[in-house]
């Protein structure tokens, strides 16, 4: 851990973690001097979050060039810090944007897993077990979903049923997608009735395509979900649009 008073830059940038927030907030609360730094560097994030994304910035020069003036040795360790810590948060961030995305873009699938054994000593035999251990999470949010609406394009025969759910946030949004050719990748796009556009979310699709009824895999002929959620209320929103990332007008569902 820094010292505390070398802190009070990477609290004012938001990088702190929850316990370290904690006590630097119980010590800010008797220092007049990190007070005081404080509101001078109220402000100064973009500039600082940008020198800390820049090779070589962590020198004591650097602290003549602030117009909040603090000490040059205090600048160093800062930019240095926030340098460490936007690196680790960009990781963490990586990962879980990584395992969220495989999580809801998916097609539909099962975990298995099996248990068994063999013959043992006596002659005695076991059998084997199987056990359903998840499912995907997109498909249960669109099964209990009772708002649904469907369309299917005459020019790609794409068909797109969406299930909306309204939450104090906007909608969350929950797809059901058909006879949908690859590789590509898309986008869904909520159309307010303002004429303001939110991308909902997007996806890739694998050449074999997803909800193909004449596919050659059994995963190429299940149809794919896909989870967002847009800031507009189900009753602000006008329409929906299936995109490829080319421009391409997939389908179109009126809400």
């Known amino acids: 851990m820094p010292n505390e008073h070398e802190t009070v830059g990477a609290y004012a940038l938001g990088i702190l973690d929850d316990a370290e927030a904690t006590a630097f907030e119980a010590h800010l609360a008797t220092c007049e001097w990190c007070a005081q730094q404080l509101d001078e560097l109220a402000g100064m994030e973009p500039m600082l979050a940008a020198l800390a994304d820049l090779p070589g910035t962590g020198t004591p020069a650097l602290g003549e060039s602030l117009s909040a003036k603090p000490s040059p040795r205090v600048v160093e360790k800062l930019v240095d810090e926030v340098a460490e810590r936007r690196a680790r948060k960009r990781r963490r961030n990586f990962y879980m944007v990584a395992a969220a995305g495989a999580l809801i873009v998916s097609g539909p699938f099962v975990a298995v897993a099996a248990s068994g054994g063999g013959d043992e000593g006596g002659g005695g035999s076991g059998s084997g077990t199987k056990q359903t251990l998840a499912a995907n999470p ?116 009126d809400a």
Not at 158 to 163: F, H, Q, S
Not at 173 to 192: D, F, H, M, R, Y
């Open 138 to 253: 997109a498909k249960v949010a669109f099964d209990k979903s009772s708002d649904k609406i469907m369309a299917t394009d005459p020019g790609t025969q794409v068909t797109a049923t969406v299930a909306l759910e309204e939450k104090l946030w906007g909608t969350e949004v929950v797809t059901e997608l058909k006879n949908v050719k690859g590789p590509q990748k898309c986008s869904l796009i909520a159309v307010g009735k303002n004429g303001e556009r939110e991308t909902v979310t997007s996806w890739s699709v694998p050449g074999e395509g997803y909800g193909l009824p004449d596919a050659k895999s059994e995963k190429a002929r299940q149809p794919l979900y896909v989870q967002g959620g847009a800031a507009f209320q189900p009753n602000e929103i006008d329409h929906f649009q299936f995109m490829t990332f080319d421009g391409e007008l997939l389908v179109e569902v």
